[in-house]
């Protein structure tokens, strides 16, 4: 049980998303897809210690014209830590070894990100530094 000095919660049971349900990161078909997502594994939400990808954040992955377009939500559109994200992401697709010559985010707020989006994998990394999922 969680406890503080002022509220006390029993741990509440997520649903867990089969893998074949889970968010795969991108439904693209552009060659550099798979190598976008890969890389992407490596931005990590400064919040929750788990990458974007594992965390359900990115819905789509294209490429237009050399720019990779990232369909993406958080879990608040308020969120005052975008910005981190968007220099991870800069650095991955577009830093010392490009993928991309840009990149742009198309934030999707509908439906609102909900945490049957998180991956097995993204589960198992927040059990791991004490989330209750």
């Known amino acids: 049980m969680y406890q503080s ?3 006390q919660a029993d741990p509440v ?3 867990v998303v089969p893998s074949a349900q ?3 990161g991108g439904d693209d078909s552009h ?3 798979p190598e976008i997502r890969d ?3 490596d931005v990590i939400d400064p919040d929750l210690g788990v990458n974007i990808i594992d965390l359900g954040f990115v819905r789509k992955i294209a ?3 050399r720019t990779a377009i990232l369909t993406m939500t958080l879990t608040s559109a308020a969120c005052p ?3 981190v994200m968007e220099d991870q992401i800069r650095t991955e697709l577009v830093g010392d070894i490009a993928l991309v ?3 742009r985010i198309d934030w999707e707020w509908t439906p609102a990100w909900t945490p049957a989006e998180i991956s097995p994998e993204g589960r198992e990394q927040l059990r791991a530094i004490g989330f209750t999922i």
């Open 5 to 7: 000095e002022h509220v």
């Open 13 to 15: 049971e997520l649903p």
């Open 22 to 24: 889970a968010p795969t």
């Open 31 to 33: 060659p550099l897809v």
């Open 39 to 41: 890389r992407l594994l």
């Open 63 to 65: 490429v237009e014209n």
């Open 81 to 83: 830590l975008t910005g």
């Open 101 to 103: 010559d840009d990149f």
